[in-house]
Nanobody, 125 residues
Framework: QVQLVESGGGSVQAGGSLIVSCTVS????????VGWFRQAPGMEREGVAS??????????YHANSVKGRFTISQDNAKNTVHLQMHSLKQEDAAMYSC????????????????WGQGTQVTVSS
């Protein structure tokens, strides 16, 4: 059974930093993509960042809205993907969810097989 569990969300003041993490279990594809998405109330889900996993993996994609502020990385030993978020803005507040899919990442990819429940990020002024 594939499971994705997000952790690390919380409240932070604008300009602050948070790290959210996604721990994956039960996924067996050798080449895969892990993505981070966010959705604020009344807004469409937005792709934030993604990273290629498996042999030869590690390449990343970041949405223009977060480039230079957010960084996606992976800890293969712990089957965990992190999203470091710096210089947070109020518009970054959302439910952050991770997802995993077979094959490689590409900008704008949305076809992921499995999703986590999400972790809330709140940014106050």
């Amino acid at each position: 059974q594939v499971q994705l569990v997000e952790s690390g969300g919380g409240s932070v003041q604008a300009g602050g930093s948070l790290i959210v993490s996604c721990t994956v279990s039960g996924y067996t594809a050798s080449t895969y993509c892990v993505g981070w998405f966010r959705q604020a109330p009344g807004m469409e889900r937005e792709g934030v960042a993604s990273i290629n996993g498996g042999p030869g993996g590690g390449s990343t994609y970041h949405a223009n809205s977060v480039k230079g502020r957010f960084t996606i990385s992976q800890d293969n030993a712990k089957n965990t993907v992190h999203l470091q978020m710096h210089s947070l803005k109020q518009e970054d507040a959302a439910m952050y969810s991770c997802a995993i899919g077979k094959g490689y990442c590409w900008p704008g990819r949305r076809d992921f097989n499995y999703w986590g429940q999400g972790t809330q990020v709140t940014v106050s002024s």
